[in-house]
Each structure stands twice: as structure tokens, then as C-alpha cells.
């Protein structure tokens, strides 16, 4: 059985994921030419790399079409349903940290704690007449901290592809569910994150796809044990 491992072809994580995966004594050779999607690793016949963006290896993981991922917990989480169950976070690899927060106007001086946050929704649609927006690109994780962990009901979401941050002072929203890791996109468009408005703290994961054929495969195992010691 070949094993496939997606890593990052672009962006913020490619560079240290194959770093990581090199000091685990897993050499990236490309397979043909530099533009190359597909890799292998030096002298393992039966490991194949699939070069993909970070979101589409959240994908693929789910799918179970790629054995292995590096890729962010955030994506995972927002990307699929169930994720514990789908997926074994087999390694945490100490880069590609941001944390998803919940982030409000700073001039909302009384609002520091989601359940402030739930007092202004509430009262939101007779103060304003239409319900609290939150920007983000994270839907799923939202709703779930939103509604399921503290039980606000009363919101809209706004879908935002880019400069998120940017929403409240445009008036395309009112608060922002974003990722931040200086916190300097923040600050420049006075956001404060509420006190206990951490929803998510990410970073950069070897992830698995929980599929029956993993189990007693010397492979897998010999992947997970590398990269740990890697570490
Ligand atoms: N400052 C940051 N801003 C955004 N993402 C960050 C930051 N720091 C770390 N990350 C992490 O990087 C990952 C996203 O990486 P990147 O933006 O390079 O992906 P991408 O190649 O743009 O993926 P896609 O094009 O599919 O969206 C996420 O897991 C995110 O948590
Ligand atoms: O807390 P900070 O250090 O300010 O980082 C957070 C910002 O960085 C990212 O945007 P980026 O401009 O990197 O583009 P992207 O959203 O396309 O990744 C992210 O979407 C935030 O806007």
C-alpha cells in the first residue's frame, strides 16, 4: 500500500512543513520538473507526496484521498464536520501559530466577555432592528462557539473572503471572527478580543485520516514516530 502525505505547495507553512518532514529523516525528492503536484521521498518506495494549498489538504484528509497532511488545526476544525472522529492529530509541530478569536469594536467599552457579547445580541434587534453581524470565514467554528459553547442564538453571519478585520469600520458587520498572530491587524483597526473569546489556538499538524487499512500498517506508524522525534 502507498501511503500518501499532502504538504503544502505555497504559503505561510510550506517551507517548515518540509523542513519537519526532512528532519524526520524524510527526504522530499521532486518528481519531475519544479512545477511538479507530486513528490516522493528518497529512498522509500511506497510513500507519495501530494503538493496541495493548506485548506485543499484539510479537504483531502477528510476525504480520506490523502493518507497524511500538514496543514493548520483551524482548517481542519472549520473544514470538516466531526473532525475527531475523521482525523487523529498525530503530531502538534510548533509553527504556523495563530489563534481564531472573537473581536469587537475597542469602543465597545462594556463588552469584554462573551457573555457581555450575549447581553448586546439579545437586545441587538430592538436597539437596531436587525441582528448582530459577525464577519468571518470561519462558519463552522463559529457557530459552535457562538451557539453551541455560549448559547447566542441571535446573530447573522456575514461571509468575508478577505480583510475580515476591515468589516466593522465599513459597516459590513458589527464583529469579526478572525485569525490573529501578532495581533497587529487587530490594533490597526481598534479590534479588542474578548477575554474569553479564544475560540481556537491553531498551528501547524500532522494530521491522519482515520482509515481502517492505518491500523498495524509499519509505515504509518514509522511516519508518526519519525516526525514525533523530529520534534
Ligand atoms: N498570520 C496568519 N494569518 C493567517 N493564517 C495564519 C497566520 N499565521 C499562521 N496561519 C495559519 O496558516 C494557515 C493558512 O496558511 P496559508 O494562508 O498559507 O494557506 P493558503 O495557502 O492561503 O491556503 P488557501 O489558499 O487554500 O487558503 C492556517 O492554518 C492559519 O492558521
Ligand atoms: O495578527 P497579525 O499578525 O496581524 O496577523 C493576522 C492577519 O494575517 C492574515 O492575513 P494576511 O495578510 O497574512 O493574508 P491572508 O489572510 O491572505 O493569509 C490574517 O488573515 C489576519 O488578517
Not at 23 to 32: D, F, S
Not at 174 to 183: A, E, H, M, W, Y
Request: proline share 2%; charged share 25%; net charge negative.
Amino acid at each position: 500500500m502507498t501511503i500518501t502525505i499532502g504538504l503544502p505547495s505555497k504559503g505561510r507553512m510550506k517551507e517548515d512543513a518540509s523542513a519537519v518532514l526532512e528532519r524526520a529523516g524524510l527526504k522530499i525528492v521532486a518528481v519531475g520538473n519544479d512545477r511538479s503536484y507530486r513528490g516522493r521521498i528518497e529512498g522509500i518506495d511506497d510513500i507519495e507526496i501530494a503538493f496541495l494549498s493548506a485548506s485543499e489538504i484539510a479537504r483531502e484528509i477528510g476525504a480520506g484521498t490523502v493518507d497524511f497532511g500538514v496543514t493548520g488545526e483551524d482548517l481542519i476544525r472549520e473544514g470538516l464536520a466531526e473532525a475527531d472522529k475523521r482525523v487523529e492529530i498525530s503530531a502538534r509541530l510548533g509553527f504556523g501559530h495563530a489563534d481564531v478569536v472573537v473581536a469587537v469594536p475597542e469602543i465597545w467599552l462594556d463588552v469584554d466577555t462573551m457573555a457581555d457579547l450575549g447581553d448586546v445580541a439579545a437586545d441587538f434587534r430592538s436597539r437596531h432592528g436587525r441582528r448582530l453581524a459577525i464577519a468571518t470565514k470561519y462558519w463552522r467554528l463559529t457557530q459552535q462557539f457562538f451557539s453551541g459553547s455560549h448559547g447566542i442564538q441571535l446573530y447573522r453571519i456575514v461571509e468575508s473572503l478577505g480583510a475580515t478585520e476591515g468589516a466593522p469600520a465599513a459597516g459590513q458587520a458589527d464583529i469579526i471572527v478572525d485569525i490573529t498572530s501578532t495581533g497587529s491587524t487587530l490594533r490597526a483597526n481598534h479590534l479588542k478580543i474578548l477575554s474569553d473569546g479564544v475560540i481556537l489556538r491553531s498551528e501547524a499538524c500532522l494530521v491522519r485520516a482515520r482509515k481502517p487499512e492505518h491500523e498495524g500498517n509499519a509505515r504509518v506508524a514509522e511516519i508518526v514516530a519519525a516526525v514525533q522525534a523530529a520534534l
